[in-house]
């Protein structure tokens, strides 16, 4: 299947101070790369997402940016605020049916 | 709209004790998953189903059996459980197409 990395595992940052994660993938024809947050407790659930026809997509203070050549993306969050504080998970994929996830990341924003 | 239903939130067994984690949708999707979380680890994903009456192993099959009778349901049972399997069961859906995926609120097992 998908070979999925995530770096960093962890990333501690201040508050108002960007943060960035990067995922890497194996299968050239993953065409759909999203990523998903996890709250202590809760479900994961989708907080951006991004097609391989498209570059960069922002959405307020996060934004997903694609380079398909390298296999490689990226999730930045601008103006971290304590509430951004969880695990992050992407989880590019190549069609319907497997979906792998990565190892995650988890980001800690501190006041 | 409930989205994804799984029952129970809850379960302690003991070693060698079977049940079935049961999860339902009412999105109309035809891609259902089954997941496990250890704690402070990632997602690892056990069976998934591409549509009813269809199902395939994922990375962590081995203790596991799934079924996919209709279109809403997919069932994942236990049948003999071990303290390994202690774990967060998550179950999530996603359109055909592929496309952005949608989680039950998942299953604390603890087996003892």
């Known amino acids: 299947g998908e070979n999925v990395e995530q770096h960093p595992s962890t990333l501690s940052v201040q508050e108002g101070d960007s943060a960035v994660i990067k995922c890497t993938y194996s299968d050239s024809a993953s065409n759909y790369f999203p990523w998903y947050k996890q709250e202590l407790g809760k479900r994961p659930q989708l907080i951006i997402d991004?097609?391989?026809?498209?570059g960069e997509k922002k959405d307020q203070r996060i934004a997903v940016t694609l380079n398909k050549t390298a296999k490689h993306f990226s999730l930045h969050i601008t103006e971290t605020q304590p509430e951004d504080s969880a695990v992050y998970f992407c989880?590019?994929?190549?069609?319907?049916?497997?979906?792998?996830f990565g190892t995650g990341t988890r980001l800690t924003v501190i006041p | 709209n409930a989205g994804v239903t799984q029952t129970p939130k809850f379960q302690v067994l003991k070693t060698g004790q079977s049940m079935t984690l049961q999860c339902a949708q009412d999105m109309n999707h035809n891609s259902m998953y089954w997941y496990r979380q250890d704690p402070g680890m990632g997602l690892r994903l056990i069976y998934y189903s591409a549509s009813e009456g269809t199902t395939d192993k994922g990375e962590v099959p081995n203790g596991y059996n799934v079924s996919r009778l209709n279109k809403r349901e997919f069932s994942l049972r236990l049948e003999s459980a071990a303290p390994s399997q202690t774990s967060v069961y998550f179950c999530?859906?996603?359109?055909?197409?592929?496309?952005?995926?949608?989680f039950g609120q998942g299953t604390r097992l603890t087996v003892v």
């Open positions: 991004i097609r391989s026809n498209v």
């Open positions: 999530a859906v996603r359109p055909g197409t592929g496309g952005r995926a949608f």
């Open positions: 989880a590019p994929t190549p069609g319907a049916n497997n979906l792998f």
